[in-house]
Nanobody, 130 residues
């Protein structure tokens, strides 16, 4: 069975850092791009960052550029999101999702329709206090 498990969330003060992990199983990890999305209370889910499975190219939302870094360890079937200089606007539930290399370009990065329903993990809550 396909599984994606996000972890690493927690409570942090503004200006602090967290590292999220997304551990995957049940599919050929290298063939999939992995993305992080987040959903803040009362808001729609939005894309945060993604990384391809082939060449490791990355893409970031403007709101997190320069603060967040996505990386992947294909040997461990895990993607990481290093989040620095967090601010209260980053408070959200963070989800990871996998996208087939069939839709490998970064133009697909934040387009949720290209992530199959069962290729989403349960979220991890990040709370940033001011």
């Amino acid at each position: 069975d396909v599984q994606l498990q996000a972890s690493g969330g927690g409570l942090v003060q503004a200006g602090g850092s967290l590292r999220l992990s997304c551990a995957a199983s049940g599919f050929t990890f290298d063939d999939y791009a992995i993305a992080w999305f987040r959903q803040a209370p009362g808001k729609e889910r939005e894309g945060v960052s993604c990384i391809s499975g082939t060449d490791g190219s990355t893409y970031y939302a403007e709101s997190v550029k320069g603060r967040f870094t996505i990386s992947r360890d294909n040997a461990r079937n895990t993607v990481y999101l290093q989040m620095n200089n967090l601010n209260p606007e980053d408070t959200a539930v963070y989800f990871c999702a996998a996208r087939s290399k069939r839709y490998g370009g970064t133009s697909y990065c934040f387009r949720e329709r290209y992530y199959a329903r069962n290729y989403w993990g349960k979220g991890t809550l990040v709370t940033v206090s001011s």
